[in-house]
């Protein structure tokens, strides 16, 4: 016998007992049919749900924690930062090797303008230096480098060239460095 066969004869069977039990019974089949399957797939989902809830709980839980390890390194990183800053008992002696430094090339500063200013909702102050040079554009740019070289934490805030006689080879230049530094009472 062949599995043709059998599959034959088992579905006539099948469609002989559909017959003989009526709309009613085929009806009640039917049904009993449609409910198992409601119950496998309500089944289903109750474990994905579950599963899903799982993971929800455990990614609010990684969450929490990684909004605390962002707090704890935005706290460490600030400190490291105000800690690198200098002390602003140290501005007027850096000021004063700017100062020096710039005759060193032999530029002389006439005038320069100093300003401190604390900066709100923080602990660092704002220390600016103004002066005007005059000299080769060369000269002023190696010391501007030597500068920013020897101070690693001043900042080039603002130069300006201007040039007279289009035959000089002199010219004049605005320049302005910025000092962030710790305000006195975070030493």
């Known amino acids: 016998m062949s599995t043709d066969y059998l599959i034959e004869n088992a579905r006539h069977w099948s469609l002989f007992q559909l017959r003989r ?26 474990a994905e749900s579950d599963q899903l809830s799982i993971e929800i709980a455990e990614l609010q839980q990684e969450s929490l924690v990684s909004e605390k390890q962002e707090q704890r390194d935005s706290a460490h990183i600030a400190r490291r ?21 710039i005759e060193a090339h032999g530029f002389s500063v006439n005038r320069s303008d100093f300003s401190v200013r604390s900066i709100p909702q923080s602990s660092m102050v704002k220390n600016q230096i103004r002066f005007p040079l005059h000299g080769h554009y060369p000269d002023i740019r190696q010391l ?14 603002e130069i300006n060239f201007s040039r007279d006689d289009i035959n000089s080879d002199f010219v004049s230049s605005n320049i302005e460095f910025i000092l962030y530094t710790k305000a006195s009472g975070n030493q």
């Open 81 to 101: 930062f105000y800690a690198a800053l200098p002390s602003q008992n140290t501005v007027n002696t850096m000021f004063a090797n700017v100062l020096d430094s």
């Open 144 to 157: 501007i480098t030597t500068l920013l070289n020897m101070h690693p934490s001043l900042a080039l805030s």
């Open 21 to 46: 039990i009526g709309w009613q019974g085929q009806l009640s089949i039917a049904l009993l049919l449609i409910s198992v399957l409601l119950l496998v797939t309500a089944q289903i989902s109750r």
